[in-house]
């Protein structure tokens, strides 16, 4: 019996020193995961830093606001990007990086794992965007109008050390409205009579237009220069040119873009000319000519009329043209062609099904020979 009880005894004991040593390598391993750290461990070397390039916004505006997903509060960086109105999302590059060169053992000597920048979708759980061991860079991400959240953590064997959260609002500035017209007209000398030299003058209005430009284009080997000129100067006349030959305009949105760099766009990509004449504003003659028209009219000089305007399902088209073989074109606001259409003979009307087409502003440009025409649609 004491036998028995001797090894009862023995067996508790060595179960006691199994579980003691057992708990010893528990915590041992525990303190050297959690002392897993970036070297060198400072504020500066730890942080996330994120920056921008290649973007198409024009504006940006920063803010931090502080939330709380059903745990501790943390704050979001939040970005507000402001593209133009004519595009839909934001282009742009990403980088997210920090500056930890190892992750040691209390910060010391001995590596302890490897380093990773990891970069999610989401402020909790989402899809991997990159990963790398300092900076993850992000080329031609493109965020939709509206709101995208990003999580990025910087770890040390696995576990997370640092964790900053971004917010990337994407909104379009105001759209520009534009009610125009633009005549050719001779230029006078100081004699009051003309001098062979064409301009152009826009009559009309115009709303959140300072970004939007006229620009004229002379004829091929023409020694006059092309021409930008704001909206907001077009009305008492711009550009002077004696050549002879066909002069185009163009209808240019420009600006800024954040970052550095600038963004071109012609928001119409089809040419209104006019063709000047050997004749044209000379003394003999003193002319003063249509050139084209941007705005919502039912019915002007040009023969042309379109109704209802704005049209909801159906619009209707009559014309007087001068050939019998014309040309029209429905095109978007980023000089989309949505629809090309025959007119057959020189007077006559047609219907057109816009019931597909987006809300929005569009244009009807006809071809008449060697005149062009629009006009402004407006879809409901």
């Known amino acids: 019996m004491n036998n028995l009880n001797n090894l009862k005894s023995k067996l508790q004991q060595m179960k006691g020193r199994y579980l003691y040593l ?14 897993c750290l970036p070297s060198p461990n400072s504020p500066t070397a730890r942080e996330i830093h994120f920056n921008y390039y290649n973007t198409n916004a024009i504006g940006l505006s920063t803010s931090t606001i502080i939330e709380s997903a059903g745990g501790p ?17 934001l282009q ?3 980088r997210f990086r920090n500056q930890v060169n190892t992750c040691s053992w209390n910060a010391g000597s001995s590596p302890c794992g490897s380093k990773a ?40 064997g696995g576990q997370v050390y640092q964790t900053r959260y971004y917010r990337f609002i994407v909104q379009k500035e105001a759209t520009a ?21 064409i301009g152009f003058k826009a009559s009309g ?36 040119c004696s050549s002879n030959g066909t002069y185009t305009i163009q209808l240019l949105y420009k600006s800024t873009v954040i970052g550095g760099g600038y963004i071109t766009h012609v928001l119409n990509s089809n040419y209104y000319s006019y063709n000047k004449t050997f004749r044209s504003c ?15 009219t039912d019915t002007d000089s040009s023969g042309i009329s379109i109704y209802p305007n704005p049209v909801v399902n159906q619009l209707e088209l009559a014309y007087t043209l001068k050939t019998d073989d014309a040309k029209a074109i429905i095109h978007d606001m980023n000089s989309n062609p949505i629809k090309k259409l025959s007119l057959d003979g020189q007077k006559g009307s047609l219907s057109i099904d816009v019931s597909d087409l987006k809300k929005g502003l569009y244009f009807l440009t006809i071809i008449d020979g060697d005149d062009t025409i629009v006009k402004k649609i407006v879809k409901k």
């Open 22 to 35: 057992a708990l010893i390598l528990l915590v041992t391993g525990g303190l050297q995961a959690q002392n």
């Open 73 to 89: 509060n943390y704050t979001v960086n939040v970005y507000t990007f402001t593209i133009p109105y004519f595009q839909n999302q």
């Open 92 to 94: 742009t590059d990403l």
């Open 117 to 156: 920048v990891t970069v999610y979708n989401s402020h909790s759980g989402g899809s991997l965007l990159g990963s790398q061991p300092n900076q993850v860079d992000i080329y031609g991400h493109n965020f939709p109008v509206g709101v995208r959240n990003i999580r990025v953590e910087a770890s040390c």
């Open 177 to 197: 409205s534009v009610n125009l017209d633009v005549n050719a007209y001779c230029q006078k000398n100081k004699q009051g009579q003309n001098s062979g030299y």
């Open 205 to 240: 209005t115009h709303g959140n237009s300072s970004k939007l430009y006229f620009r004229v284009v002379p004829p091929n080997g023409s020694n006059c220069s092309s021409s930008d000129i704001a909206l907001t100067n077009s009305s008492s006349g711009f550009f002077s």
């Open 282 to 296: 000379m003394n003999l003659v003193s002319p003063i000519y249509q050139f084209y028209t941007l705005k919502t």
